[in-house]
């Protein structure tokens, strides 16, 4: 995966911060879908890749739990980096609690959390 998301990562447009972010979802029905930054001059109108590929997924049909796995890459950082706090509450909307999130550096390194780590108190509608 680590391959895969730098190779993806070139197709970033971060031209303010140079920090190139890429995502790949695995669905439950080994499709993969990616994703990354894009950034704007009214900086409000960015996008991050969590949620550039999660809207993709959601626009190619996906539903919440459909989520096998997620993979992000800070392509640019020898630090993890995770989620900010926007998609984390994207993330939990559709993703399950104990889906797996793997975070990347540019040079490889990992860390594995679950959504439930990331995000322990979720701001969801009861879906039961």
Known sequence: MYEKLLELAKNSYSPYSHFRVATILVMKDGKEIGGVNVENAAYGSSICSERSAI?????????????????????????????CFGCRQVITEFFEEDTPLIFYTGNGKTQEFKVKDLCPYPFILDQD
């Open 55 to 83: 809207l993709s997924a959601i626009s190619q049909g996906y539903k919440r739990g459909d989520f096998k796995e997620m993979h992000c890459m800070c392509a640019d950082s020898d630090i993890i980096g995770t989620s």
